[in-house]
């Protein structure tokens, strides 16, 4: 492994539309950054493009080819597993869409490097920032945040967003075996068992954009997932702690 603590962990499922513009956006941030690619077996070839790159990001890109389609927590889980076994410091999750600015990464990081164990990229701190969403989508989703609020008691206002930076000691309190989601809900439940574990959570203002290139994987599976599983998650506190 480099010498670098911080990873970026990008999960892929048929993004080779956005793929190699990503991986070389992150890394024209100049931070001493790695990147793991977390692929799910996407039949357009997006590992293919990585594997292009890595003789180009030698010792900085990286690619974990997972045998089957099982979900976006399912692919972080094993991503994290493999950021703990290597030692790094800092982890990211990240979206492969451009959905998630990388130039967002540098002040995110700082928070992580001086009193804050976790840092949420937020839509929602500073009002509704989201681009190019239909009224419906921005309703769902800004809803639903309130929705979790009320339910979690937990103070955080974009608690499904999915471009999240922890510190280490984070993860590694978190028994990733038992984590129960794999879509919208697992961002809501890795949020909570940090945040009921006392660990600092800050959120940090972004502006998401939508995709441009390549399809959404949002489905009304999804949805559900998410609000059954904020019952799941206040109903079981105590054996999440």
């Given at each position: 492994m480099a010498m670098e603590q911080i990873l970026i962990i990008i999960p892929t499922y048929n993004e080779i539309e956005n793929i190699e513009a990503i991986i070389k956006a992150v890394f024209n941030t100049n931070l001493a950054l790695d990147i793991l690619v977390v692929d799910d077996q996407s039949p357009d070839g997006t590992a293919d493009i990585v594997k292009g790159l890595m003789p180009q990001f030698k010792a900085?890109?990286?690619l974990e080819s997972r045998l089957k389609k099982s979900g976006l927590g399912a692919a972080y889980v094993h991503g994290f597993k493999w950021a703990l076994k290597r030692q790094y410091?800092?982890?990211f999750e990240m979206d492969a869409d451009f959905s998630h600015d990388p130039k967002e990464l540098t002040p995110m990081l700082k928070k992580l490097e001086t009193n804050t164990d976790l840092v949420v990229g937020s839509r929602y701190v500073n009002g509704v920032n989201v681009v190019n969403w239909p009224m419906s989508r921005?309703?769902?989703s800004y809803f639903a945040s309130i929705y979790i609020q009320i339910l979690t008691s937990m103070p955080i206002k974009d608690a499904?967003?999915?471009?999240?930076?922890?510190?280490r000691r984070v993860l590694e309190s978190i028994s990733l075996d038992q984590v129960k989601f794999v879509g919208y809900a697992f961002q809501i439940e890795m949020k909570y068992r940090a945040w009921i574990k006392k660990f600092n959570v800050e959120e940090h203002?972004?502006?998401f954009t939508n995709r441009?290139?390549?399809k959404s994987k949002m489905n009304s599976n999804i949805i559900w997932e998410a609000l059954y599983g904020v019952l799941f998650l206040r109903i079981n506190k105590r054996r999440l702690k």
């Open positions: 900085r890109l990286f410091e800092y982890i921005i309703l769902l499904t967003a999915g471009f999240v930076g922890y510190r203002p972004i502006i441009v290139l390549g």
